[in-house]
Each structure stands twice: as structure tokens, then as C-alpha cells.
């Protein structure tokens, strides 16, 4: 059974970092493009970031560009999203996903960007 | 950055019809577009639907089916269930970007 499951969510002031991580199971994780999307409160979803099997390529959200960095570890079978220079308008429910375009979900963390 | 298209909101009666569609700012939808729809209940994360226009993973219902309709992708759901009533996004692949999400249909069963 594919899983997917974030941490590292939480409260952190505008201009701070934060560390997401996804653990991921159930498949052969060094094989998949894996994804980051996100979805602002009562709002629609929005692609973040991806990168692909070797991390070789990554690709942003012009709004986080320079500010985010996804990176993953395959031997640890986990996905990351270092994020900097937060702001408000970062605030979401960040979602790992297996895939460019995702087929697999995980549950979420949430972000709350705010003083 | 390509815009995606989605009606804000559709309602269908229970059994009834309905087709959600997803349109492109670039123009006609195609096949290499790739087109993705999910399924968002509140409180949840979303679920995929249907990948690649019209194909489904195990889990999506017989009644969902996918297609290409006027040069949009579309979504249609035949004999609706209280249960399928949610948001629904789709999702398209452009050369030399990523994906962009449409902006969502809130679907209502009553």
C-alpha cells in the first residue's frame, strides 16, 4: 500500500523557515518523480515544486522561486521542502505527492505563517 | 503561466448527469495536455480520479468517465451519489512548465 506522510508543519513567523518532510512506503520511491502542492484555507490547490527521480531536476512555483528548495533522499525514502523567507500568503496545507502529476496523496501538514 | 479554466459550481440531481469541463488559456485541450482530475471532500486530502484524459485508478467509481469534449477536457459523471458530492480539480501538463491546477468545481447533489 502506497503511503505518504508529511511533518514538519507548524506556526512560524513571517520572514522564518520551515522543514517539511515526507516519508514515503509501499513502492519503489528512487523511481518517481515526487511532487509538493498546496492549498491555501478555503482555497483551490496549487503546485509548489518537483523534482525527479535523481534530483537532478527541480521546478518551482514562480512565487516560491528562490525561497524554496525541494530536495529527497531516496535511501531514506523521504521527500523534503526547506522553505525560507516565509510569508503570509504562504500559510497552506502543504501535500507530498507521488508523481509529476500526482497519483498518490498524503494527508497534509499544515503552515500557518503569521506573528 | 498558462491560466486553467473550471466552472466555480454545478449542481446535479441524485442519479442525474453532469459534466465538468477544463479549458486552457493556451487553447484547445488536447491529449498531450495530459489531463488529471481529483476529488476533494472537506476535511480531506484530494483523491485522484481519472490520469491521462480517460483512464482510472482501481479505486474510482464505474459511474466517473473522462474524455476530450470541444476542446476542453471533461469529466462526467453518470447516475450521481449523495457521496460524490465535493470539489473537483483538474490538472494539465504544459511543455517546459509543470502542471497547472484548474481552479476547481464545487459539485452539488440535491
Known amino acids: 500500500e502506497v503511503q505518504l506522510v508529511e511533518s514538519g508543519g507548524g506556526l512560524v513567523q513571517p520572514g522564518g523557515s520551515l522543514r517539511l518532510s515526507c516519508a514515503a512506503s509501499?513502492?519503489?520511491?528512487?523511481?518517481?518523480?515526487m511532487s509538493w502542492v498546496r492549498q491555501a484555507p478555503g482555497k483551490g490547490l496549487e503546485w509548489v515544486a518537483n523534482i525527479n527521480q535523481d534530483g537532478s531536476e527541480k521546478y518551482y512555483v514562480d512565487s516560491v522561486k528562490g525561497r524554496f528548495t525541494i530536495s529527497r533522499d531516496n535511501a531514506k525514502n523521504s521527500l523534503y521542502l526547506q522553505m525560507k523567507t516565509l510569508r503570509a500568503e504562504d500559510t497552506a496545507i502543504y501535500y507530498c505527492a507521488r508523481s509529476a502529476r500526482p497519483d498518490y496523496w498524503g494527508q497534509g501538514t499544515l503552515v500557518t505563517v503569521s506573528s | 503561466q498558462a491560466v486553467v479554466t473550471q466552472e466555480p459550481s454545478l449542481t446535479v440531481s441524485p442519479g442525474g448527469t453532469v459534466t465538468l469541463t477544463c479549458g486552457s488559456s493556451?487553447?484547445?485541450?488536447?491529449?498531450?495536455?495530459?489531463p488529471y482530475w481529483f476529488q476533494q471532500k472537506p476535511g480531506q486530502a484530494p483523491r485522484t480520479l481519472i490520469y491521462?484524459?480517460?483512464n482510472k485508478p482501481p479505486w474510482t467509481p464505474a459511474r466517473f468517465s473522462g474524455s476530450l469534449l470541444g476542446g476542453k477536457a471533461a469529466l462526467t459523471l453518470s447516475g450521481a451519489q449523495p457521496e460524490d458530492e465535493a470539489e473537483y480539480y483538474c490538472l494539465l501538463s504544459y511543455s517546459g512548465a509543470p502542471v497547472v491546477f484548474g481552479g476547481g468545481t464545487k459539485l452539488t447533489v440535491l
Open positions: 491521462d484524459t480517460s
Open positions: 493556451t487553447g484547445a485541450v488536447t491529449s498531450g495536455h495530459y
Open positions: 509501499g513502492f519503489s520511491f528512487s523511481y518517481y518523480w
